[in-house]
């Protein structure tokens, strides 16, 4: 089982739906959960930062944890051309005596208009 | 202001060589995180360095190295390069050895013929 995991799409929405991204992990002490964006060719940019269960909102768009389920989303409300990319779930777990910062493989999104 | 700057931007090595990645952290950080991620794949965690010190170690061989100076800045040292440490090599900057709000940089893309 992958400590990370996310289906890798690509997810194709039309212009101004709401692309909803997921993923899974596997570590149930984590605490620490970011998504981060990444455009072709690019480097990843962090969108959004959750800790607590529930919902948080930043504009268009809406992280989602629920650690019971060691499940995080992303929703992006109105999607846009520009935000086709691939996202990238991290996730921050203690493994082998270490801090570490896991990534998934990420989703790429395609907005079309 | 400057962000986090990589050199250099492309480098080809034949297999056994070594090879030196060079990182400046954004102004104000001083934790900086190196990453490899190959195609098509989310960025796998090398290590951390936080007060000229490796803090925190993904799952690398010891032939991954790295180095921060008393300016932050840090070096990643890869040696006996192998075909499979072809990838694009990430640099991320962050405030007190945290993994909170990275800053990439845009990266070194490495080949080993």
């Known amino acids: 089982q992958k400590e990370v995991e996310q289906n890798s799409g690509p997810l194709s929405v039309p212009e101004g739906a709401i692309a909803s991204l997921n993923c899974t992990y596997s570590d149930r002490g984590s605490q620490s959960f970011f998504w981060y964006r990444q455009y072709s060719g690019k480097s990843p940019e962090l969108i959004m930062s959750?800790?607590?269960?529930g919902d948080k909102e930043d504009g268009r768009f809406t992280a989602q944890l629920n650690k019971a389920s060691q499940y995080v989303s992303l929703l992006i409300r109105d999607s846009q051309p520009s935000d086709s990319a691939t996202y990238l779930c991290?996730?921050?777990?203690?493994?082998?005596?270490?801090?570490?910062?896991?990534f998934g493989a990420g989703t790429r999104l395609a907005v079309h208009p | 202001d400057a962000g986090v700057t990589q050199s250099p931007t492309h480098l080809i090595k034949t297999r056994g060589q070594q090879v030196t990645l060079r990182c400046s952290p954004k102004?104000?950080?001083?934790?900086v995180s190196w990453y490899q991620q190959a195609l098509g794949q989310g960025p796998q965690f090398i290590f951390q360095?936080?007060?000229?010190?490796?803090?925190q170690r993904g799952n690398f061989p010891d032939r991954f190295s790295g180095h921060q100076f008393p300016n932050y800045s840090s070096e990643l040292n890869v040696n006996a390069l192998l075909l499979g440490d072809s990838a694009l090599y990430l640099c991320?900057?962050?405030?007190?050895?945290?993994?909170?709000?990275?800053?990439f940089g845009s990266g070194t893309q490495l080949s080993v013929l």
């Open positions: 102004s104000g950080h001083d934790t």
């Open positions: 360095y936080y007060e000229e010190e490796e803090r």
């Open positions: 991290a996730v921050q777990m203690f493994s082998g005596g270490y801090n570490k910062l896991i």
């Open positions: 991320a900057s962050s405030e007190g050895r945290t993994f909170e709000k990275l800053f």
């Open positions: 959750i800790y607590s269960n």
